[in-house]
Nanobody, 121 residues
Framework: QVRLVESGGGLVQAGGSLRLSCAAS????????MGWYRQAPGNERELVAT???????NYAESVKGRFAISRDNAKNTVYLQMNSLKPEDTAVYYC???????????????WGQGTQVTVSS
């Protein structure tokens, strides 16, 4: 069984910073891509940032230059450093990881439970 547990959300004023963490645990053979998504009330879930096993990153245009995604493969953990936060960044943030639990099984995408980020103006 695999679990993704997020932490680091909270309430911050506009212009402030937060760092989200997401740790994968359980039966894990390998992790391919990892990423962060967010969903604001009334909106669909959208991609924020992704990072490959090799460290290549991809960002939504709305967060480029403000957010930075990174991962620690030894800890099976992905991070999202969020700077210069804006009220429109307010959402529930979800981490995602593409995990192979054993060498002979297919890669499955897992989701965390979500962490609330609220940016006040």
């Amino acid at each position: 069984q695999v679990r993704l547990v997020e932490s680091g959300g909270g309430l911050v004023q506009a212009g402030g910073s937060l760092r989200l963490s997401c740790a994968a645990s359980g039966t894990i053979f390998s992790i391919n891509g990892m990423g962060w998504y967010r969903q604001a009330p009334g909106n669909e879930r959208e991609l924020v940032a992704t990072v490959t096993l090799g460290g290549s990153t991809n960002y939504a245009e709305s967060v480029k230059g403000r957010f930075a995604i990174s991962r620690d493969n030894a800890k099976n953990t992905v991070y999202l450093q969020m700077n210069s936060l804006k009220p429109e960044d307010t959402a529930v943030y979800y981490c995602n990881a593409e995990i192979r639990s054993r060498p002979t099984v297919a890669v499955i995408g897992y989701w965390g439970q979500g962490t609330q980020v609220t940016v006040s103006s």
